[in-house]
């Protein structure tokens, strides 16, 4: 499955973008203007990922009887890290406990990425037809693209941000 894999490779650069970027975070301290820029990079880039990999990957393993457990999981935890990423927008930068939600985030994403790349990735080409593979191709980029120009770092209020 050539192409399968393409759509797949796709997805793992984003993942190795968004590796990079969280790395770079882990870097900075306190309420810095790179804090801030990396923060909103990496929100914009998480959430139009997510909501490309939704409309072109996992739209399409949902309607893969054996694929629906492993699709509904990634999808959980795609609301999962939206809901963290507000969490840290309506955190204070310069508060020890923002370093410390983030670090917690960094490690639950890492999971998520690397979960779909050694377990969901590899066992859902089994299930691609010609089609599938073609609507992913179409729709990723595209999706991501438009996605990520509506993408907005969304804090809760304050006094909703989880301690």
């Known amino acids: ?13 984003d993942h190795d973008r968004h590796r990079e970027l969280i790395d770079k975070l882990l870097e900075t301290s306190g309420d810095s203007q790179e804090r801030e820029e990396l923060f909103t990079e990496l929100t914009k880039e998480l959430k139009s990922h997510a909501a490309a990999e939704e409309q072109a990957l996992y739209s399409t393993m949902l309607r893969k009887p ?9 999808v959980a935890e795609h609301h999962e890290i939206d809901e963290m990423l507000n969490d840290l927008a309506a955190t204070d930068m310069s508060e020890g406990g923002w370093l410390t939600k983030f670090k917690t985030f960094a490690h639950d994403y890492r999971h998520h990425i690397d979960e779909e790349e050694e377990d969901h990735f590899p066992d859902f080409a089994n299930y691609l037809d010609k089609e599938d593979e073609q609507h992913m191709r179409e729709v990723f980029d595209r999706r991501k693209k438009e996605e990520k120009a509506e993408a907005e770092v969304t804090p809760e209020k304050k006094e909703d941000a989880k301690e």
């Open 1 to 13: 499955m050539a192409d399968a894999t393409e759509i797949f490779d796709r997805l793992k650069e």
């Open 66 to 74: 054996p694929t629906t457990d492993e699709t509904r999981h990634s």
